[in-house]
């Protein structure tokens, strides 16, 4: 009985242990697969044990399975006891997973736990089919990180062989989805990617979006398919994307590739000509090659890179073709590039064309020298003007002479003018006009009465220049520039970009700035230096308007809060603005003889329309030709046939020689003030225009401002002292604006 007692609990385990046995051997695999989707608690528990447990549950019950995802494929809970099955069956479980990747839910449930799934290539192969067929990324947050980490998994793979669906991405969506689709293209660097991305840029170019045409630039280089030269080349003129196109041919050494394009063209584009001046001398030899294709503006690019950047290659070509021409690009082709190369390489050749025997080369190698201010050939024109058998060239001759400022010429001049044909004597005339001396001023004298019409006209056209008096009196006088006051000493104060020239301790503050016909100093000094007398005077130099705090400096260097400024020409026009800007430091403003913003050119007009007419037609001559001017002695002349308008007489013309003419400066000055505007209601003080009013065809438009503006703008009438009227006036046009600074000071 004992015995029995003892054996009771071994009896009861093995009873229990059996009862569990059958239970287990009821519960088959096809029902534990029906219990993923309905079983709860332990019923669930001994179905997932019975699953995890089974070493053949895949592939062989992959339908049973794949069933149950699809008719609960919302059931979030379903498709996780589904999957944490699936990752315990390694690679059957990768394999089953990956066929059920065309369902989103599933394919977003694998997609978070990857990591948990042992990896193989079908389940690869179906993440990277997804990005044919999901949602965009402009379907919302969740659509975009979908996307991005589907694009990120493929990214990482050495072999991407999914570039239709990438390429899916490249033109639509958010800005992230769109990097990261043409960066995973790059990394897959295949025929099929650079299609795409090329394609992808032609339809970008409809729209405004610049810097993903610049991103696929740069991807469509990276891959170097067989589109991407051509791609670059139209990208070339379009000018956001110029830029970024030509850097990749230049650093993908596709110079020839440019070159070829040119050749097949009968002109070259303007980006491809843009880029192309960029490859420098490497280009320019290239560029040898295209010298006799058929179209001249071909020719005309080659002409160019090689001048832009001579080598002593294409310096021995040309020089071929000059010596033994041949092809179409000719002789006096090669001497026009010659002629822009250093004197070094090509000056040889373009001395021995001013001898050469072919009148059109003589001709050329002159106008090449006038074109480009070549003084250094001063020599060579010299023997050229008095020894060529042609007229024709003699008297071009004697044009580069005048135009380059040759004041050696002026001995032949003087013999050619009394006895060479007349076409050549009214040039020598011309030059003894504008260079002469007072020897060639009294053989002009006896030439004026000249019978023929060409040589009499030339010859009174030189004597106004020299004497400033109507040729028909009988007595003429040459006249010369006055000696000009020494410049009073002064203190200088530099403030950033400011600097300026101090005279003076007493009176209110006068600012003088840069003005006249050369945007300087040239006009008011020495003639309004007498302002020390009566005020603390600061002649300012600045390239541009003054920066505030550059400014404040000046003021604070001057001991002073305020001033008026001075100034003539367009620096008055400058002057204007500059206290527009500034309505807190300046409060006045007096602008000599300067033209209001929108009505710049009428003084340029009205300039010459003044002057005697001969001395307009030579004013007139000079502005039409310019470009062929020596830009110093285009200065120097302008200058001199000026004079009589900026001093308001004839008479008193010399006494305006000293100051300086600069056509440039004005030109640069007049651009930046297209934007510049006048009101005198904004302008803090009051503004006084001394005008030659009598003179001055433009005087109406003023006094009907002053009219309207009583208490901001005044006129100072300076009839009888032309438009620098600080010379031959100076003590009055000091009076003035020392009354006007001031009454600026005591308001």
Request: proline fraction near 5%.
């Amino acid at each position: 009985m004992a015995h029995a007692i003892k054996l009771l609990p071994i009896v009861l385990i093995f009873s229990l242990s059996s009862i569990n046995a059958h239970a287990q051997q009821r519960l088959t695999v096809s029902k534990a697969i029906a219990q993923i989707a309905t079983g709860q608690g332990e019923d669930w528990e001994a179905a997932k044990t019975l699953l995890l447990s089974t070493n053949d549950l895949l592939p062989r019950n992959a339908n049973a399975l794949a069933g149950v995802l699809k008719a609960n494929i919302s059931d979030p809970d379903v498709l996780a006891r589904v999957f944490e099955l699936v990752a315990s069956k390694d690679e059957e479980g990768c394999k089953f997973a990956a066929k059920q990747m065309n369902s989103l839910p599933w394919a977003d449930l694998v997609l978070a736990r990857l990591g948990e799934l042992k990896g193989c290539a079908e389940l690869d192969k179906a993440i990277s089919g997804m990005l044919s067929w999901i949602p965009g990324s402009e379907e919302g947050p969740i659509a975009e990180n979908r996307v991005l980490k589907v694009l990120d998994l493929v990214s990482q793979r050495e072999d991407i062989d999914c570039t239709e669906g990438i390429c899916r991405f490249v033109g639509q969506g958010v800005d992230a989805v769109r990097v990261k689709a043409i960066e995973t293209l790059v990394k897959a660097k295949t025929p099929e990617a650079s299609t795409c991305l090329t394609h992808a840029y032609s339809k970008e170019t409809a729209l405004d979006n610049s810097q993903f045409r610049t991103r696929l630039l740069d991807a469509i280089a990276a891959i170097a398919g067989l589109d991407w030269v051509p791609t670059m080349l139209s990208a070339l003129d379009r000018p956001s994307d110029h830029d970024v196109a030509c850097g990749h041919l230049l650093d993908g050494g596709a110079i020839n590739a440019m070159i070829f394009a040119v050749r097949t063209t009968d002109a070259p584009s303007a980006g491809i000509q843009k880029c192309f001046a960029k490859s420098g001398t490497s280009g320019a030899n290239l560029a040898l090659s295209l010298i006799d294709h058929p179209s001249a503006a071909v020719r005309d690019f080659a002409a160019n890179q090689i001048v832009a950047f001579p080598t002593q290659e294409s310096a021995d070509a040309m020089r071929g073709r000059f010596e033994k021409p041949h092809g179409k690009f000719g002789r006096s082709d090669a001497l026009i590039v010659m002629a822009q190369f250093p004197t070094e390489m090509g000056g040889d050749i373009v001395e021995a064309a001013l001898g050469d025997s072919d009148l059109g080369i003589r001709v050329v190698a002159l106008r090449m020298i006038q074109k480009l201010h070549l003084r250094n050939f001063i020599t060579p024109i010299l023997r050229v003007a008095e020894e060529d058998p042609e007229p024709e060239i003699r008297q071009t001759a004697l044009q580069t002479l005048l135009r380059l400022g040759a004041v050696d010429a002026v001995p032949l001049a003087s013999r050619m003018v009394q006895y060479e044909e007349p076409a050549v004597a009214a040039k020598a005339a011309l030059l003894l006009g504008w260079l002469g001396d007072s020897k060639a001023f009294d053989i002009l004298l006896k030439k004026r009465n000249d019978k023929n019409d060409e040589v009499a006209w030339a010859v009174n056209s030189a004597l106004w220049l020299q004497s400033y008096t109507d040729p028909a009196k009988k007595k003429l006088k040459r006249k010369v520039p006055p000696k000009v006051d020494k410049l009073a000493k002064s203190t200088d104060v530099s403030c950033g970009e400011v600097t300026a020239q101090v005279f003076g301790k007493k009176g209110p503050l006068v600012m003088v700035l840069p003005g006249g016909p050369a945007m300087d100093h040239s006009w008011s000094r020495p003639y309004l230096d007498s302002l020390r007398k009566n005020a603390l005077v600061a002649f300012v130099d600045t390239k541009d308007l003054p920066r505030p705090q550059d400014l404040d400096c000046l003021f604070t260097e001057l001991g002073r809060e305020k001033a008026t400024l001075v100034s003539n020409g367009l620096g008055g026009t400058n002057a204007l603005w500059m206290a527009a800007k500034n309505p807190g430091r300046f409060n006045a403003v007096v602008a000599i003889s300067s033209p209001l913003p929108d009505n710049l050119e009428s003084f340029v007009s009205w300039g010459i329309n003044q002057m005697p007419q001969e001395l307009a037609d030579l004013a007139s001559e000079l502005l039409k030709e310019r470009d062929l001017y020596h830009p110093d002695i285009l200065n120097t002349y302008l200058s001199r046939v000026m004079a009589p308008v900026m001093a308001g007489s004839l008479g008193d013309a010399p006494a305006t020689l000293p100051i300086v003419v600069n056509i440039a400066a004005i030109d640069k000055t007049a651009q930046e003030l297209e934007n510049a505007s006048f009101d005198p209601a904004k302008m803090a003080g009051a503004v006084t225009f001394m005008l030659p009013v009598d003179e001055f065809a433009q005087a109406e438009t003023y006094k009907a401002l002053a009219a309207a503006n009583p208490e901001k703008v005044a006129i100072h009438d300076v009839s009888g002292c032309g438009f620098q009227p600080q010379v031959n006036c100076s003590k009055k046009v000091v009076k003035a604006i020392v009354k006007v600074a001031e009454d600026a000071d005591k308001r």
